[in-house]
């Protein structure tokens, strides 16, 4: 049987902390509390399974075998590549680890995933610049798809950013290295929402039209998903994807200032990767009313959040003096070939600080997807030829 690691984290120095591990009852709100000396014990961290070595095997053929010798194309076959993915992830997983992944899907249970001890692609390709051959990386990809599934994510993309494919390669460009994007390496990418515009769950929030009562357009990504290919920088160190939970952010916060955030005053500009126009009357934080989480909408690279008067913009300085302060709360997540992360991006901020890519063929590479749970919460741009792509 896999082992579960579902009750530890890492500290500061990566090494892994045991934690106590309590699960409520209630059907629709179970989910599991660890305490970390990187967290206080009230805040809600993640959780990590893992499948046994003795399982990988299986996992890979049973994946292989559901592939075959078809010819998929993930910017039209990704559901089917996920249902081949997950059949074969259930392969090594318990009942009741598919029964945590189905709720960290649902928004009830851990804002962040990790799955370890996946089967590596025998065959990697050159990192490569920018976009490159999706095909060459078909094994990876359905083994990320396969753990959204699992999860109840179906994927999508957007019109406006990443050419609108369905995966992106988050590696660094010859021709992008000073930009704050997944395709940069020489500056840090602060701490960040993707796409920070209207949440899921039918808000009655600002999207393209910028009224706060007649939401028009998609609503931003819920999940983001990641496999990593290749982890390391040029120095042989691992560059970690850091996370951290808006509960973090939050306890002890005044509520002068959470109740400012709530207020629509504020502006989110697009990042460097997307094409979108700004969204103005926006709210930076709101209460989902079907789970009574506490979701954020922010990007504190320069110029991406601000506000709309003299108390917004006080605002923004003060929650981003704040990350400042709670930094020590944050989650270096260290993946190792294979592995899959995801998490809410509804309730977890995340940076990726600068590296020294080394080798561009040798680079650091992880695949990128975009996730929810309900595709059919986005306005589609052509539901028949390009079934993921929302506008």
């Known amino acids: 049987m896999p082992s579960v690691l579902g009750s530890v984290c890492r500290d500061r120095q990566g090494a892994f902390v045991s934690a106590p591990t309590f699960i409520r009852n209630n ?59 997950a059949a074969g992830l259930a392969n090594g997983l318990s009942q009741a680890e598919r029964q945590a992944m189905s709720e960290f899907g649902q928004g009830f249970g851990l804002p962040w995933l990790v799955l370890r001890g996946l089967p590596l692609q025998e065959q990697l390709p050159k990192t490569p610049q920018g976009y ?108 970690p994807t850091e996370l951290l939970p808006v509960d973090a952010i939050l306890a002890d916060m005044p509520k002068r200032l959470q109740n400012l955030l709530l207020r629509p005053i504020y502006e989110i500009r697009p990042g460097a990767s997307n094409t979108r126009a700004s969204m103005k009357r926006m709210p930076l934080l709101e209460m989902c009313p079907r789970t009574g989480a506490y979701l954020l909408r922010f990007n504190a690279n320069e110029g991406q959040t601000l506000g709309l008067t003299t108390l917004a913009t006080g605002a923004v300085t003060e929650l981003s003096k704040r990350l400042e302060d709670v930094d020590s709360r944050s989650i270096p997540i260290y993946l190792r070939p294979g592995e899959l992360l995801l998490f809410d991006n509804y309730r977890v901020l995340h940076r990726r600080k600068s590296f020294d890519p080394g080798s561009w063929d040798e680079a650091r590479w992880l695949r990128r997807c975009f996730g929810t749970t309900d595709p059919s919460g986005g306005q589609f741009v052509d539901r028949l030829h390009r079934p993921y792509v929302w506008q």
Request: aromatic share 8%; net charge negative.
């Open 27 to 85: 059907a629709k709100e179970s989910a599991v509390y660890m305490n970390s000396r990187v967290s206080p014990p009230s805040v809600r961290v993640g959780s990590e399974l893992e499948i046994r070595h003795s399982m990988r095997e299986l996992v890979r053929q049973a994946v292989l075998e559901g592939l075959g010798n078809r010819s998929f194309m993930v910017d039209t076959d990704a559901d089917l590549m996920g249902l081949i993915g």
């Open 132 to 239: 490159g051959d999706d095909t060459q990386t078909l094994f990876s990809d359905t083994m990320l798809l396969g753990g959204m599934s699992l999860a109840g994510l179906k994927p999508i993309a957007y019109s406006y950013e990443n050419f609108s494919r369905v995966m992106r390669n988050v590696a660094p460009s010859k021709l992008e290295v000073d930009s704050v994007s997944s395709h940069g390496s020489k500056r840090d990418l602060h701490w960040h929402t993707d796409n920070a515009y209207a949440f899921e769950d039918g808000y009655r929030s600002p999207r393209s039209t910028g009224s706060y009562f007649l939401p028009v357009g998609s609503p931003s990504p819920r999940f983001l998903c990641f496999v990593g290919l290749r982890l390391n920088d040029g120095q042989g160190q691992a560059v």
